[in-house]
């Protein structure tokens, strides 16, 4: 992909602040944390039941990487040598998720469901070096991109989830009360959510979100048409499974489902994200 190298940089910049703000309350034993005997978490542990007896999914989470070398091996696909190294030597990006380059990683070459007018939107996206994608503008980087670069907070209650996404978005708010979702929504950023439970699953199904986020770094695009069911399983204490089915048939040819497994970051919390906060970055993107 050409000039993957420049797009791949800001990215792992982005990254690279995201990760160090999960030091909030750094080291704060949370008494609700089953643990060891060594008084270490005990991640192990069954997940944790709520007042309605679902699994409660509180917590700070964190997409866990993918296996080694594979989001290398999406680096490398563009023309001449790709290394950690060319990109930044202080992001290990072997700890992160291959989605969060590309939504579309598990598709060969040639068969992405991609629509033209996708695309397009794509090469243009590729041509500017990263500089429009809108976390580098203090903008809100959506879902699910945000979902796969930096930790997210999860608050349960009995009518609804509350996500804290420290990448610089809005709070994202999640209705269990059975309310549907709404026949003509506005579009926002971080659309419109409605869940329910499915056995030990939670499913989330939103709409409603405007087209000026990106789905992953690369820049593949979304319409306002965009359609995201969501399904969160915690396993145990500290693991749980997430799957992102997109349906956007004005951009992409069919659905297609993303599947990746997140950890809990016991004792610790999020960090609040103000993006133009001494941000002397914009000012060097067109160099």
């Known amino acids: ?17 995201a990760t160090c703000a999960n ?6 034993p949370d008494p609700r944390i089953p643990r060891t005997r060594d008084g270490k978490p005990n991640l192990s542990a069954p997940a944790p039941r709520a007042s309605n007896s679902k699994p409660d999914l509180s917590g700070v989470w964190q997409a866990h990487g993918s296996q080694p070398g594979e989001t290398l091996r999406l680096l490398q696909a563009g023309p001449g040598p790709r290394t950690v190294n060319q990109i930044d030597p202080g992001v290990d990006l072997q700890t992160y998720s291959k989605y969060f380059l590309n939504v579309l990683a598990d ?10 007018e996708s695309a397009a939107l794509l090469k243009q996206r590729a041509q500017s070096e990263g500089k429009d994608i809108p976390t580098s503008h203090c903008l809100p980087g959506g879902v699910p ?16 989830i509350i996500m804290l996404l420290e990448d610089n978005n809005p709070p994202r708010q999640i209705y269990t009360d059975g ?6 929504p506005e579009p926002m950023w971080m659309g419109y959510s409605v869940g329910k439970w499915e056995g030990d699953t939670l499913v989330v199904d939103s709409v409603g979100f405007n087209d000026r986020t990106w789905l992953d770094g690369f820049g593949h695009p979304h319409s306002e048409s965009m359609h995201i069911v969501e399904r969160f399983r915690r396993t145990n204490f500290g693991h749980m499974d997430i799957e992102v089915t997109i349906d956007d048939s004005k951009m ?13 970051l016991p004792d610790t919390d999020t960090l609040e994200s103000v993006c133009a906060e001494n941000e002397r970055d914009r000012s060097h993107l067109d160099r």
């Open 107 to 116: 598709f060969k070459p040639g068969e992405e469901p991609m629509r033209p």
């Open 145 to 160: 991109f945000s979902t796969l670069i930096a930790p997210f907070k999860m608050i349960q209650t009995p009518v609804e």
């Open 179 to 184: 309310r549907n979702l709404p026949a003509n």
């Open 23 to 28: 030091a909030q309350w750094l080291n704060y």
């Open 252 to 264: 992409y040819t069919r659905p297609f489902t993303v599947k990746f497994p997140a950890h809990l």
């Open 1 to 17: 992909m050409k000039n993957i190298y420049h797009r791949t940089k800001l990215i792992a910049v982005l990254l690279a602040c």
